[in-house]
């Protein structure tokens, strides 16, 4: 049985004036208001908070995988970079072992070298702080000048004197090096 929208009053089939309050009503067209489920509501805004979670997850994880391979992509760059440098390296080596020129400044080198570790023996057995920095710049400037000297024997002609130049004020950076070793007794 149908009721009136605007009192509530009991109404017939067909009916369309409420009795009750005389307001025009058509029965075929009211229907019965439901309310919404309080539980449907929460499941339908559960649902579409997973659903959006789900998808900022799969692109967190996307970003993350394509974050991954990046990183993968720089390392292989990188070792790759590296291999080539040490080939090439080891042809510059190869170059300086055949050239009368480096071998001469090897020798050199070696020389200034044996004379800096008899003065370090004699003088440094327990080194100081100062005398541990001059060991350890020494080291470094040679490990420098031995460098140099295989990149100048791979160097074009126009560069080598500039590199003589260089490797030559190097030896006397050792030699003062060593003197202020021998110095610090």
């Keep these: 049985m149908a009721r ?14 409420c009795y009750a309050c005389g307001q025009h009503v058509r029965t075929r067209a009211y229907r019965h208001e439901h309310r919404a ?5 929460i499941a339908a805004c559960l649902a579409v908070v997973l659903v ?3 998808l900022w997850l799969s692109r967190a994880n996307a ?12 390392v292989l760059r990188v070792q790759d970079s590296t291999r080539r440098a ?23 080198l070696n020389y200034i070298e044996s004379r800096f570790e008899s003065v370090r023996l004699r003088v440094a057995a327990n080194p100081t702080r100062p005398q541990d920095s001059i060991i350890g710049r020494v080291g470094a400037e040679l490990e420098l000048l031995r460098h140099s000297v ?16 260089s490797i030559q004020a190097g030896e006397s950076r050792v030699e003062d090096l060593t003197k202020e070793l021998g110095s610090t007794e």
């Design 4 to 17: 009136c929208p605007h009192c509530g009053e009991s109404m017939a089939e067909g009916q369309e004036n």
């Design 37 to 41: 489920n309080p539980i449907v509501i």
């Design 52 to 54: 959006f979670g789900a």
């Design 63 to 74: 970003a993350r995988k394509q974050a991954a391979q990046l990183a993968e992509e720089e």
């Design 86 to 108: 040490s080939h090439q390296w080891q042809n510059m080596v190869q170059v300086a072992e055949n050239d009368a020129e480096a071998r001469s400044l090897n020798a050199d």
């Design 150 to 165: 295989v990149v100048l024997a791979s160097a074009r002609d126009t560069e080598k004197q500039m590199m003589r130049d």
